[in-house]
């Protein structure tokens, strides 16, 4: 590193102090001038939809329990508190319950507070950098150094002083440090607004699906309770021979295998009660989880599609993204500032006498004015690389952004394709839970009366059975869809009262 230093003092007139503050403030018109890329937000994708084909007005509409058609309103926009559209206070409170103590939302609340914080702290920069000091020293000097003859001469200097210290940001590298920083503060804050989006996705998604669980605990007891009756007629049949040993040790089995799929249910929902203990920041043994049924939630009929171009803007993860890339541009023009020469201006002020009493009194001041231009002549290439990875560092940011809003748009299409699926799923499962139970019920009179094998029987009790889990897991699947359709329209952040609005403009600005 050369340095040259203009040093001006001892005998230096108030002219030449003068001077020298001119010649660096004169530099301060060059302060706008900052090197590097300017950020440019990324270009809005041009597609008309999300999916291959069109989607449908509607999803078809079918005669079972939360058949009801659901329509697709293209451009609408998604509501900050969507969990209501399902009409179950007990599911709203939970949600808000999580969001209120979840303890990995207070911790990206404060990552975002200490983003914050360093933004501000690097605007320091911008200010002359002050600095005052009081200083007593005691020295003696030798009697052949003060020209005196016998002892020494001991004494005491007092030095006050107030020093200023400024750096011109003559190449931009405070503006693009500033931004780099205000940039990272930015993406703290759409991980924040992902996290609650995904933390009131997955809390909804936990309450059905344990909701779910316990309709099939339900429907097994009801199973094991039907078999237990079945299983006293094949022993009555086995006692007046229309019925084998066999018979008997079958329907047994067929009990037993019935009661132990009970159980693994009664573990899994153990489990998603657990789980929703820890999204609302509690331990399993301290949380009181109302249940929630799904007989109880209602199916939201009108379900918002945003425009892909509206997507770019609402997705966490896009701004995020979108962030991250401007937070790399930025840094290129740190990284290209590091290799060009710097301009520092410093100064002090004070007095420096003999007796503490004497503090700026006439003829004891002191001053100094010092302009300094260093930069950097050979430093290994260091400097020159670290400018090539801040590049690569951009241009990797710029291929995550694409992927991050392929990956979006992917979502939300396959979210579609599965709602307009849904509603064909569960009237499959209602007619093939109908017919099964037909079935069964034909089944068990026809063998009570001698009619049919056991082995009908059994099998239509293995058809039923499986009808049952089934159907409910298509009703299941159509909430918990909806669920993740609201996700990942980006879950209406930007209706919350308790997130901060976009920039006034910004999805306007980002439509074509």
């Known amino acids: 590193m050369a340095r040259l230093k203009l040093h001006m003092a001892g005998n230096c007139s108030l002219v030449d102090v003068r001077a020298a503050l001119l010649?660096?403030?004169?530099?301060?018109?060059?302060?706008?001038?900052?090197?590097?890329?300017?950020?440019?937000?990324?270009?809005?994708?041009?597609?008309?939809?999300?999916?291959?084909?069109?989607?449908?007005?509607?999803?078809?509409?079918?005669?079972?329990?939360?058949?009801?058609?659901?329509?697709?309103?293209?451009?609408?926009?998604?509501?900050?508190?969507?969990?209501?559209?399902?009409?179950?206070?007990?599911?709203?409170?939970?949600?808000?319950?999580?969001?209120?103590?979840?303890?990995?939302?207070?911790?990206?609340?404060?990552?975002?507070?200490?983003?914050?914080?360093?933004?501000?702290?690097?605007?320091?920069?911008?200010?002359?950098?002050?600095?005052?000091?009081?200083?007593?020293?005691?020295?003696?000097?030798?009697?052949?150094?003060?020209?005196?003859?016998?002892?020494?001469?001991?004494?005491?200097?007092?030095?006050?002083?107030?020093?200023?210290?400024?750096?011109?940001?003559?190449?931009?590298?405070?503006?693009?440090?500033?931004?780099?920083?205000?940039?990272?503060?930015?993406?703290?804050?759409?991980?924040?607004?992902?996290?609650?989006?995904?933390?009131?996705?997955?809390?909804?998604?936990?309450?059905?699906?344990?909701?779910?669980?316990?309709?099939?605990?339900?429907?097994?007891?009801?199973?094991?309770?039907?078999?237990?009756?079945?299983?006293?007629?094949?022993?009555?049949?086995?006692?007046?021979?229309?019925?084998?040993?066999?018979?008997?040790?079958?329907?047994?089995?067929?009990?037993?295998?019935?009661?132990?799929?009970?159980?693994?249910?009664?573990?899994?929902?153990?489990?998603?009660?657990?789980?929703?203990a820890a999204y609302l920041g509690r331990a399993p043994s301290a949380a009181e989880i109302p249940a929630v049924a799904l007989d109880e939630l209602t199916l939201p009929g009108a379900l918002p599609v945003s425009l892909p171009s509206q997507l770019v803007a609402q997705r966490p993860d896009i701004r995020a993204s979108e962030a991250q890339l401007h937070t790399a541009t930025a840094q290129v023009g740190v990284a290209v500032a590091n290799r060009l020469p710097q301009l520092t201006l410093s100064a002090f002020v004070g007095s420096a006498p003999a007796q503490i009493g004497q503090l700026f009194t006439p003829g004891n001041g002191i001053w100094s004015v010092t302009n300094q231009v260093a930069g950097p002549l050979f430093q290994g290439g260091t400097?020159?690389?670290?400018?090539?990875?801040?590049?690569?560092?951009?241009?990797?940011?710029?291929?995550?952004?694409?992927?991050?809003?392929?990956?979006?748009?992917?979502?939300?299409?396959?979210?579609?394709?599965?709602?307009?699926?849904?509603?064909?799923?569960?009237?499959?499962?209602?007619?093939?839970?109908r017919a099964a139970a037909r079935s069964l019920s034909l089944a068990q009179e026809q063998y009570g009366a001698g009619g049919v094998s056991y082995l009908t029987v059994l099998t239509a009790q293995t058809q039923y059975q499986n009808a049952v889990i089934g159907l409910i897991r298509a009703r299941a699947a159509r909430y918990t869809d909806t669920v993740a359709l609201f996700a990942a329209l980006g879950g209406g952040w930007w209706n919350r009262n308790d997130a901060a609005p976009p920039p006034e403009g910004l999805i306007r600005s980002l439509l074509p």
């Open 23 to 276: 010649v660096g403030c004169s530099v301060v018109a060059l302060g706008g001038c900052a090197v590097g890329p300017d950020f440019k937000r990324p270009v809005t994708p041009a597609i008309p939809r999300y999916t291959q084909a069109p989607t449908p007005a509607a999803t078809q509409a079918v005669h079972a329990v939360d058949g009801a058609a659901q329509s697709f309103d293209t451009g609408k926009d998604v509501a900050g508190a969507w969990w209501t559209l399902f009409r179950s206070p007990r599911l709203s409170a939970l949600i808000g319950a999580a969001l209120r103590q979840n303890p990995s939302l207070e911790a990206a609340q404060q990552t975002l507070h200490q983003a914050q914080e360093t933004t501000l702290a690097a605007k320091g920069a911008w200010f002359p950098q002050l600095s005052a000091g009081l200083n007593r020293q005691r020295q003696e000097l030798s009697a052949a150094e003060a020209g005196l003859h016998g002892a020494g001469e001991t004494f005491s200097v007092y030095t006050a002083q107030v020093g200023v210290n400024y750096t011109f940001d003559v190449w931009g590298q405070t503006q693009r440090t500033v931004e780099a920083d205000a940039a990272q503060a930015e993406y703290q804050r759409f991980q924040l607004e992902g996290a609650v989006n995904m933390l009131a996705a997955n809390t909804a998604t936990s309450v059905i699906n344990a909701a779910a669980l316990q309709a099939e605990i339900a429907a097994e007891t009801q199973l094991v309770a039907a078999e237990r009756r079945l299983l006293d007629v094949v022993r009555q049949q086995f006692e007046l021979g229309g019925a084998t040993g066999t018979d008997v040790a079958t329907q047994e089995a067929q009990l037993a295998n019935t009661e132990a799929l009970v159980v693994p249910l009664q573990t899994q929902l153990t489990q998603a009660r657990d789980q929703l």
């Open 383 to 433: 400097l020159l690389h670290q400018q090539r990875a801040a590049v690569a560092a951009m241009r990797a940011a710029a291929a995550n952004y694409q992927n991050t809003v392929v990956t979006a748009f992917q979502n939300v299409a396959d979210v579609l394709t599965a709602l307009s699926q849904d509603a064909l799923a569960l009237q499959a499962n209602q007619d093939a839970e």
